[in-house]
């Protein structure tokens, strides 16, 4: 028996926390006020729980065996693959992979090689909308 199990990013561990949280808030507002908007407002939210659910899932992959392979970081699509200069620790010409990630991919990326980290260098992003 294939046994898979799907785990929830710890990311989106505080927004389904906070979201159950008002559902509840609501749900009591709606069973004592008897209000219909509460009812409708407790749906919607109900509704972002699963999109949170799913949107933050982070399910097992499995590796097929063999050496010198890459494996993607990434669900999503391929839309650049590109030669540019990396000035800050290789200091030469590389490849560039670029994955776009949609609303429904799974939004974790992972290790595509096995190696060593001998450089980071984190830099803030401005997220904005695909």
């Known amino acids: 028996m294939i046994r898979s199990e799907v785990k929830l990013a710890k990311e989106g561990l505080p927004i389904v926390l906070a979201l159950l ?28 729980i699963l999109f949170s659910f799913y949107f933050f899932r982070d399910p097992d992959r499995v590796i097929p065996p063999g050496d010198n392979l890459i494996i993607s970081p990434a669900d999503g699509k391929i839309i650049v693959v590109e030669k540019t200069n990396e000035p800050e620790f290789l200091k030469t010409d590389v490849q560039k992979v ?15 090689i096995d190696g060593q980290v001998v450089y980071f260098n984190y830099k803030r992003g401005a997220y904005h909308p695909a």
């Open 21 to 48: 949280l008002l559902s509840i808030v609501f749900v009591l507002g709606a069973v004592l006020t008897h209000g219909a908007l509460l009812k409708i407002l407790v749906l919607i939210i109900w509704l972002l």
């Open 98 to 112: 670029s994955i776009f990630m949609s609303a429904l991919d799974v939004h974790v990326n992972r290790i595509p």
